[in-house]
């Protein structure tokens, strides 16, 4: 399972590098650039509309600590993590699509295992990205003047490692249950979309604050731990959302007919 | 009873009435090569599906190398090796880092060594990508990475689709060498032309039915031949009535007798010879002709 898995992500490892170059970009660029327009932020944040600060996280800019987390949490880091982590999962429908699962469905291993794979392959892409998210807030913090420990870096870069898990897990459950590479992204960046907009809505609008404690935006946080507390509750509802729906893809996969 | 690799009965998954593969009764023996013919569309890759346990079957029972593919499908994939039809090769792979990965996959070290030389033997470059792979050199592959780890019942739906006349020759000799070995090869192949070589028995499928299954040498019993006959004058064709196994009798003023018949032909020679034929020239039995007739009978009689 292990060998496949690593195998896949070879095969994706420009996708996996452009995810990293482009978080490291963001992470170590932007927030090296903070220290010489922060004055002007100040009075930026001031006049912001509140719709825009809860599309950053409700995060104050005007503070290094809060720019890290407008910049490189609030849209970015989880945008890009998940992006790659549902090619990986669409990729399970795709080897379906062109046939190559084919040379794999007919090895000695189960197809709980074929499958396993692919999680495996999500995980790991999930991994590698909040990983590069958190290497560049750990090197691009100190360059914007923030004093951030590790250890919150860390923590503020877990829930976006759950987010990514739980997008490509969206999307492996659409490629087990139809094999078609198009809609297993779509409804991914789908789902994105649609937690994204909750989250906004839920922020904005007293009657919809309601639609946080659903929205796996809500969960992630948008880098909380750096300025204050992590999410515990979202980060729990990311985690097992994350298993349910990936033992539901893989139940659905060890079923299904594969027409290769 | 001689063993059987595969057996089934009423094998079936339809797709839509007539498209897929209806109550197939199967028998393929241990340690031959079995031709399974038909057209393309008539259900010969739903088999297939359904034998290396991609699909579950609708209906009915089967078991190969006397296990059920569903639920043994790991350790039957340890034991079989399959090549389906017009199966691409991974694009971030060549051949020698597949062989490598399907090693691991499979736990089989030797399968790299082994590759390489199927692969020497067919002329496949191991070096070259998936994607930079031509249909004949990915059929080729296919068949490297289907054969290398020396499996109990090869699964070939289609092997040589793209591969010249030398390389189709060379796959007969490696699939003989495979049965020589007491293993078994179910080769599916929409001609009989690529089987007749090879195989010891031959089952024919059309509209997802199972029309036919008998050893190939029975094939040939059963083929329509023909001989002419020459005299010196016009023969009327009543002169061979009463002879069992003639089909049709052509006539030409020139005394020319075109006689197509099944069967032995010794009375057709005696009677030939009672009326003084000069010449005779007999035909060699063409199995394609016969694969077309078996198919058209069935058509007739449907």
Not at chain 1, 97 to 108: I, K
Not at chain 1, 216 to 221: E, K, R, S, Y
Not at chain 2, 95 to 107: F, I, Q, V
Not at chain 2, 203 to 208: K, Q, S
């Amino acid at each position: 399972m292990g060998a496949l898995a690593f195998d896949l992500a070879k095969s994706r490892r420009i996708l996996i590098a452009g995810i990293c170059a482009g978080l490291l970009f963001v992470s170590i660029g932007y927030l090296a650039l903070y220290p010489s327009f922060d004055d002007q932020l100040q009075a930026f944040s001031d006049d912001l509309p509140d719709a825009y600060k809860a599309f950053i996280g409700d995060a104050d800019i005007a503070s290094a600590e809060g720019y890290i987390r407008s910049q490189v949490y609030s849209l970015l880091g989880p945008l890009l993590v998940a992006g790659a982590a549902i090619s990986a999962g669409a990729g399970l429908a795709r080897t379906e699509r062109d046939h190559t699962l084919a040379v794999f469905a007919v090895m000695p291993m189960s197809r709980r295992k074929l499958f396993g794979s692919w999680w495996l392959l999500v995980l790991l892409v999930s991994v590698i990205g909040a990983g590069a998210a958190f290497i560049g807030v750990v090197i691009g913090g100190p360059l914007a003047g923030a004093s951030v420990g590790i250890g919150r870096v860390a923590l503020a870069t877990l829930p976006v490692l759950f987010f990514g898990l739980l997008m490509g897990s969206i999307a492996l459950l659409v490629s087990a249950l139809t094999g078609a590479p198009g809609m297993a992204s779509g409804v991914g960046w789908l789902a994105i979309l649609a937690s994204f907009i909750a989250n906004s809505f839920a922020e904005l609008i007293d009657s919809l604050s309601w639609l946080s404690a659903v929205s796996p935006w809500a969960w992630h946080g948008a880098g909380e731990a750096i300025t204050s507390e992590v999410n515990v509750g979202g980060v729990i509802a990311l985690i097992a959302s994350s298993v349910v729906i990936s033992a539901l893809a893989m139940l659905t996969f060890e079923r299904r007919n594969l027409h290769l | 009873m001689a063993p059987t690799a595969i057996t089934s009965t009423d094998l079936t998954y339809e797709y839509a009435p007539g498209v897929g593969a209806v109550g197939l009764d199967l028998e393929v023996p241990v340690g031959e090569v079995y031709g399974f013919l038909g057209p393309n569309g008539a259900g010969k890759s739903t088999a297939i599906r359904i034998l290396t346990a991609l699909i579950r079957p609708q209906r009915g029972t089967v078991s190969v190398l006397g296990l059920d593919p569903w639920k043994d499908s790991t350790e039957l994939h340890g034991r079989i090796g399959v090549l389906m039809s017009d199966q691409p090769a991974p694009r971030h792979h060549n051949g020698a880092s597949l062989l490598t990965l399907l090693a691991k996959l499979r736990s089989r070290p030797d399968v790299v060594a082994r590759g390489h030389e199927l692969a020497e033997r067919l002329s496949l470059d191991l070096s070259k990508k998936g994607h930079e792979l031509s249909l004949g050199n990915r059929q080729k592959l296919g068949l490297v990475t289907a054969l290398a780890h020396e499996p109990e019942l090869v699964i070939l739906d289609e092997p040589t689709n793209g591969l010249d006349p030398l390389l189709q020759r060379e796959i007969g000799l490696v699939l003989r060498e495979i049965v020589d070995e007491g293993r078994t090869v179910l080769l599916s192949s929409h001609s009989l032309h690529d089987v007749e070589a090879v195989a010891d028995n031959v089952g024919f499928i059309r509209d997802a039915i199972l029309v036919e299954q008998l050893p190939l040498a029975a094939l040939a019993d059963r083929a329509v031949r023909k001989v002419i006959l020459r005299f010196d004058a016009e023969i009327g064709a009543s002169a061979f009535d009463g002879i069992e196994g003639i089909e049709t009798i052509r006539v030409l003023p020139d005394g020319e007798v075109t006689i197509q018949y099944r069967g032995p032909v010794a009375d057709v020679l005696t009677r030939a010879g009672e009326l003084g034929a000069q010449t005779i020239e007999a035909h060699p039995v063409e199995l394609e002709e016969t694969f077309l007739a078996l198919y058209r009978g069935y058509e007739e009689g449907q």
